[in-house]
């Protein structure tokens, strides 16, 4: 059932409301949102945590470069209110507020807006754990949306404003919102190498010792591999999107870095695909290897078999308590069952050794 | 035979017949047609249920947005009626009456087509039911056609229209269209959940004790997946050809929302595609898994033939009746046979260790 | 043998000729050709069997529409004589008469040259029967060769012309050829429907109670299946080649009519596709019950061996004939060793308990 | 080994020499180089076999058609003075030397340069034998190269010219190009056909009678199948481009004919799709196939020793030689252990018939 | 484990870190990095290894063609001095240090930037060993970047600079990158043949003596197979662009050399699909030929089990001990009891026979 969980979100009790209605789909993953600004230019650094949304509105025209993020969105009133505020389109407040979306990209003119997946893996549950963030893009401002607080992902991000480390304070909101992308992708890397551990940690195993928990393992990544391909799939289009776009608010030096993260991502697609194809090899290596084994089983049975049964037969003719039976009789009769019995040995080893099975 | 009813619709009673010809391909779903007729704007609200086809006829040419929608096809004079009163094309009405039509969009100039599949599921049956519904989008007015009435998912946008909520009553006829194929979209995630809760229910089991009935479960489940493919998968190219249309009936406010749909069909259609890959996954898991049973069940069966055979083999010998078997008289005789017989157990378990088998 | 000429027509005798020699490439399936002219307009109705091709010349330049319907193909000389009478390129003649030939469109100016393949259902040989059908669509003509009289499909046709029914009698050439291809793709549902009932007819058997000739019927329907698509795929390039085609011949009328059987064709091809993947996913499922079952023999085969084995041992012992055995001569002992082998299979049962054999 | 000289040829030799440098790359497979030069048009024919490339000059600036032919490739100063003679790029005399290459086409301004593969069936080896031919058309010559003489494919065309059979006299160098091409293209039918049978004669067999042999001659036909599409399937798009080529050198009436290759290049194609995909369910359905003969084994094995074993342990019970054994000494028990015995195969043959399995 | 490795590239002491920071990521390969500078041109040969990468900088703006080579990545401060001295974009720097970049082409308007994957087989420990190469080619200047020192493939270019053999002292820079790109794909082909090499080894014995071990050369293989795919699939994408680009730097006549090269890559690509699928259908023979080897196995146990168990049971019912059993004391009894054996045998063999086992 938790698989279920994993694949498809429970949408049901927003069938039927008219779009635009702002429902907040899958779990509270906070206890309370939370709200923080920075406004930050080459010269100015203000980072503030705010209690209402209606305390960002200052920020909104200000010449420097302005980011809110939020953390938390079980809170639909905050959403609303940033959205007034911003006056942003109703779909995409919906968007924010519904987890399951598809990575996606939607130019409004006056904003970009961005979703994408933030992945974690939780050792104690020994899970990838899938997160959205929204990102809005605007002319001086960048607003993120995340479901709980991820704090260090983004927080190197504040780390690097805080102390103008690279070029971040020079570059304009578009840059910001590479970083965060960048951050973002940058984690798959980590996840990628999880899962490569995984894979490594099975693969030998699966192939010359198989068990029902190493096939329960094989099923469970390829099951990952798939659930992860398509979270990172679509970012191609996404990100290229971004690339191609001719929107004012993207400015050229920016789409050099794009197309970087642009080929980040590309990296762990292909990468994805390599496991994909490893893990359908795996299991047909390991079903051959298993017949395999089958079959020396089998062979070593039927030598026992074909040897054993003849020669149980034999003493068992001899066993029998006929009053007439002349070979009983006979001075040499027991020599002459066991030269028998020998050679019956004898013919099925050679029979068995022309067909190569010993 | 239950499974090419659902695969094919038997055409045959058509083949031959000119173009255009109206014929009512399908079940005969509900016992009488029933047309409502729902005509609004902002201020104005008007619902009632017509005998006539002819009534709709004055709401044609008015302002107002008119709804008409036909629950129940197999009354074809009903369709031939309204499209003359409409001016139809007549290979348009030979489509609604055709109950096995791809999902498709053509454009009329005057008017547009849509066909999408509603998809129930039928608790009662176990299985999930697909409907036709044809929708016709005109100038002011949407006629829309369904096999019977499922009442529940077009009644939630009637009640929206009723009291006014959201954006409907401001919006044009483009944006009922849209709603009453938001509400089509909408249900397929139920579905999707209905399918993953089948596909939970038997993933476990079928890998690690699979059973004649959970491989009739998984076949089946790969039928419904195949069938709902191919009922969404050309979903994508008739929302897409929406969106893209240039023709005046859609307008740009709409086309966000379109793209919304989209979006969702494209979301259903990915977890269609996980899911088909997982079935694949899990019945080659489950070959393996019992491939890799039955190899323990052989080792057992090798391993007391391979001990036991030769055993009984050495008890055989000595329960010969030959009057000249020197061991038999020998005193420590039968103790020196169990010394045989324990060395054999011996030798054959330190194999089977050497082997790997134990 | 019989599958290589249903995948492979011999062209050997034709290999080396000069592009536009006219051989007759396939079998001769009756007796005399049969060439049959109809003449007709909204008004005007003509309908005769012509002996000599010269007698269609006066035909060629009426304003009426004019059908002339060849059927048997291996008589060279009138396929020659038609040509030079309508001037056509000699590649066409040669395709005409190669029976091989893959579903093709070829605008050549002042005609358009259309191959399909008719499909029929043979139940007397229970096998789907294919045969190549050209049309050449011209300004006021249409030419339409057969291999043989396929009588019924087109005689519909020819009805509809004779009575006026639906538009045809209304309409111009383009119309005529748009007909016919109608006609055929209306067979490929019968077809389909037959196809359809074979597959029912072994599903589930092939899961239960798989037999080998139930896998030759999978095997052969897999060969229909892929048969079939090659007949039928390339008509979505014929037919949107037609659709988006600038020749004046096809008015933009009868366009609405070719989508219209573009969109059954593309029904076709997803039913093919459904069949495809349905037959991998039986033979895939067959696979695993089959495994499924052996495993269930294996442990029936290993619970009898693994419990009578040790106990025709110890009965065994107690048969040698040692003079000295002295559990022989113990007063229980014959109650003694019952007793062992009941504990014997007590154990054995409890093992197979605990490993859930049974 | 023998299948890594068919995937790959040896370039070792090439490594790192400069482009351009003509090293002969393969096989050499023939004695002596054999130059033919065949000069016409429609009132002209003369033919010649010439000892020197320098004879072969004057030809190049007369207004007839010229066509060289060059038998073997190995004597790599023939070409050398070839491509000086006719001005040629060195890259393109590289490639007529290096056998291995692709299928391609470029467009050099003045000429065009084609490679195609023509494939022989050698009935000696059993072994389709495929072959480099590179094909240079200039405005009035055409010159061509093969690996050996694989005279009667080209003899053929030659024919077709001295007598003046077809269009060919009429027609420019790209007629003559186009004429090669379809000569290589015609025997890849014949190819077929003998794929064809092969694949015939095993494919009955392979489902119910599989023996290795079969298996490596379906696993060859496999190899064959993969091999054969790498040569054919980039000719597609070689053809396509002559086709849609703007050179001056390919007039409009030969794209007719080009298309026609094109499509018998597609139909090739086409088959050999077939050809994999009915060797994979072959495979497929052969596995299952013994899968079910070898359940049909185990049953027969279960039953036999599900029956025997308990009697035999019955017998054996009444064998055992204890001195106090009230059976042995009742008067009835010989004929109450039969009865006992009786009983247990009545039981045992009621449970198998339960369970299906006689 | 090693398999992680060779999948992916630890880039985790990266993370979080701004783009454009120059870590080194990769195996540091050899002790102290090494720039070597030619500088050429038709008439002018000069050769030299520096210290200093300022050293470097007087060639910069000289007309003639300067070959700068960095072999060895771990001194990041070259890399950073060399990019500050020819003012390179700091992410090209970033990548240039990142070994695990997939090939990749970027076009910086005064610079192209070059990643390929040198391919180099390692007999010792017979593995294929892959090295990233960086290429950026100016005005007049090709800066190469490699690993380690890969002496061998480079050095054949050097010498042909120094001999000025073949075109390239007269050709520009974009001609010795070309070279450059040309001596790593034709490192390829030498990969191809060992890989080639290693599949014949194993493919005729997996199909008939599938072991453990072959079993896991083809698991290895596979992967292999993937990794160079991987490697090489991108190439395609990096040399066409190369050739489509319009970039003064790429001049026409190099195009054609560029071509060139691409048709190389394609041919290897194509090498490898065809290894993908042998090794797939590779698997899938050896498991149905493991399947008919058990087959075989299991009837010769059937055959002996069948045989011998009812002969061994009789022979214990005579060996009963019953006071009372009137067979015993008949005077042919023995002899009887030995003709009921034989006919037993016979009905087996002829059961046998008839189901064709024997």
């Avoid at 990838?128 to 479901?147: H, K, N």
Wanted: charged share 30%; net charge neutral.
């Amino acid at each position: 059932m938790d698989m279920i969980k994993r694949i498809i979100t429970k949408r049901s009790a927003k069938t039927g409301a008219p779009p635009g209605t702002l429902i907040h789909v899958g779990e509270r993953k906070m206890e309370n949102p939370r709200i923080t600004v920075i406004d930050y230019n080459e010269k100015i650094f203000d980072e503030k945590q705010i209690e209402e949304v209606e305390e960002c509105i200052p920020f909104k025209n200000r010449p420097t470069i302005t980011w809110v993020n939020v953390d938390g969105l079980h809170d639909v009133s905050i959403i609303e209110k940033l959205g007034k505020c911003f006056n942003f389109h109703p779909l995409l407040l919906e968007d924010i507020l519904s987890t399951e979306q598809r990575p996606k990209m939607a130019d409004f003119g006056d904003y970009i807006f961005i979703i994408m997946k933030m992945l974690r893996y939780d050792a104690s549950i020994d899970k990838i754990i899938s997160e959205q963030v929204s990102v809005i893009l605007g002319p001086s401002f960048v607003i993120s949306f995340q479901e709980a607080d991820n704090g260090d992902v983004f927080d190197l991000v504040r780390d690097r404003i805080r102390k103008g480390k690279g070029k971040i304070r020079k570059m304009g909101a578009d840059y910001l919102a590479y970083t965060l992308m960048d951050a973002i992708v940058d984690q798959y890397f980590i996840i990628m190498e999880k899962v490569g551990e995984k894979f490594g940690g099975i693969e030998e195993d699966l192939v010359y010792n198989p068990t029902k928990e190493r096939f329960r393992i094989a099923h469970e990544l390829k099951r990952d591999v798939l659930l992860l391909r398509r979270y990172i799939w679509p970012l191609r289009e996404v990100i290229s999107g971004l690339e191609r776009s001719e929107s004012p608010l993207i400015k050229n030096p920016t789409k050099i870095y794009l197309r970087d993260v642009y080929e980040h991502a590309i990296q762990v697609i292909d990468t994805i695909e390599i496991f994909r194809e490893m893990t359908a090899s795996m299991l047909e290596v390991s079903l051959s290897s298993i017949s395999n084994n089958m079959n020396e089983v089998m062979k070593v049975l039927t030598l026992i078999a074909t040897i054993f049964m003849p020669l149980t037969f034999i003493a068992g003719v001899y066993g029998m308590n006929f009053r007439y039976m002349p070979e009983l009789e006979m001075l040499w009769g027991y020599e002459m069952v066991w030269a028998i019995m020998i050679s019956v040995v004898i013919i099925m080893l050679a029979y068995f050794r022309k067909r190569k099975w010993i």
